[in-house]
Every structure is written in C-alpha cells, then in structure tokens.
C-alpha cells in the first residue's frame, strides 16, 4: 500500500472506532475543489444572459404601513462586445411618465461607468457620478448601482464563506468588502454578502450591510424561469429592513435576441421617450 492508501485506511480505521479527527487530517482528506469567491461572481457576471433584452417592469413600493405605489416600466438592454447599454422608461403613472435612465456599464475595470437620469418636469438630464451611484432611485430601495443588477467585481475584495442551502437550492455563500473606504462611501455600503445558486451562477438572495455596519437590505429573487433558455427574474424584492419599506419588482414580456437600434441607446432617446 502506498503512503497516501495507508494514510486514508489509519483515517478510516480511526473513524470507525469512534476517535475524532484533527482538524489538519480531514483537510488532507477533502477534495480541494472549491471556486474561490472572486471565481463565483465572475462566473455570476459571465452568466448567458443574451445580446439584446425587452421586457415590461412592474414596480410595487410599499410603505411601513403596508401603503402602495404601483409604476410600470419598459426597459431594453443591449450588448457591445463585453459592455452594456441599458435604458429604463417610465411609462406609468402619468406624474412620472417618461422619466427615463440611461446607462453605460464597460467591462473596463479602469473606465467608470456612465449614467443619465431625465426628469421631464425639469426638462433636464442629470448625469449620474461615480460619487452619487449609492444615491437612492426614484424613491425605491435600489440605488443607482443596484440598478445594474450585477456588482462591479473591482469595487470588492470577495470571499467565500461556504454553501448554504436557500430556498431549497444549493448556493455558495459569497461576502464582498469595499475595496477602500472611499468606494464603500460611494456604493452606500460596508459589506454585501450574495448566496448564488450552484446549479446555474444565478444571484437568489443577497444582504447589505450601511456604513455604520449595521444591517441594511435583503434582496430576495422569489422567482426565476428560463425564457429562451437564459434564466431569468420574474419576482424581485428589496427590503430595507432598518425603515420597513419595500420595492417589488414583477418582469414579464421577456423577449431576447431581438434586434434594437443603436440610436435607442443616446441621450436624445433619453429625452424623447419611449414611443
């Protein structure tokens, strides 16, 4: 028998005779195989999710006192080699009607991201700074950052924690701390932790935590289903749990792959509308 049979049969031998194990044996027993947390969400980040993107938002804001404001939305999402484009337009209620964002999200880790926010009652496009991105959006509990869905991977050192099982699926548990404290003041946050479903690199479940270090906001993604064969989000909720207010997030109307205009994706659009 050689030294790694006769080592593994001591192990058994040991087990099977009731002696515990020393902490250093069982980690030469356990296959090394884990990803490691920065591998996680770049495979998260790299998950197939289509070279264009329609759909209809409908979005649900509810009050401490279980009072609701309901808005609809059109968002399209396109793809530029590893970049992205994205615009959301407001389509109801009629006081809000054609409030749009615009965004501009490189794959560069050095090229800060671009967003324009249009407000039509000012006639006015308010472009976005890295320093604002943690400012909250249009009165829901998702900042502008949150609005890409997707964490810039540069602004975190990331850790696996473990696997934890979360609505009956199996998940790494993932925790992202700022990089510096000027990024964790931009972003709103001191730590995020994300659980991603091992089956297929999807986000189910993440926390927030504020400056203070104090327990901010849970996100919890209720419902995913392939449409075109790309996972997708039907129900999205993001919870703040230090006011007990909530923004619901229902998708439908999913088409991908459709062709769309590069001219949807400009500053003109933003100020036009969705017609």
Not at 47 to 52: C, F, P, Y
Not at 56 to 62: M, N, V
Not at 165 to 186: L, Q, T, Y
Not at 195 to 215: H, L, M, P, S
């Amino acid at each position: 028998m050689n030294a790694n049979g006769d080592r593994m049969y001591k192990y058994a031998l040991l087990i099977m005779l009731g002696f515990t194990v020393n902490a250093q044996t069982q980690a030469c027993a356990e296959p090394v195989n884990n990803p490691t947390g920065l591998e996680i969400m770049q495979a998260v980040d790299n998950r197939e999710d289509g070279d264009t993107l329609q759909q209809d938002i409908h979005q649900i804001l509810i009050d401490r006192n279980g009072n609701k404001r309901e808005r609809h939305m059109i968002s399209f999402r396109k793809d530029y080699g590893k970049d992205k484009k994205s615009i959301v337009f407001f389509a109801k209620p009629a006081n809000i009607r054609d409030t749009a964002l615009l965004t501009f999200d490189y794959d560069d880790p050095n090229a800060d991201d671009d967003q324009w926010l249009y407000l039509p009652a000012l006639k006015k496009v308010r472009r976005i700074s890295s320093s604002d991105r943690g400012d909250y959006f249009m009165g829901t509990d998702f900042t502008f950052e949150d609005m890409k869905q997707t964490p810039e991977l540069q602004d975190y050192h990331w850790k696996l924690l473990g696997s934890e099982e979360i609505h009956g699926f199996d998940c790494w548990k993932v925790e992202g701390m700022p990089i510096s404290n000027d990024v964790a003041r931009e972003l709103g946050y001191s730590r995020l932790v994300q659980w991603v479903r091992k089956d297929n690199n999807f986000t189910i479940q993440a926390y927030y935590w504020d400056q203070a270090g104090r327990e901010l906001k849970h996100l919890n993604i209720t419902e995913l289903k392939q449409i075109s064969g790309i996972w997708s989000s039907i129900h999205i909720e993001m919870v703040n749990i230090q006011s007990n207010h909530k923004t619901r997030l229902e998708f439908s109307k999913q088409a991908y792959n459709t062709d769309m205009k590069n001219r949807l994706f400009t500053q003109r659009t933003l100020k036009r509308g969705y017609r």
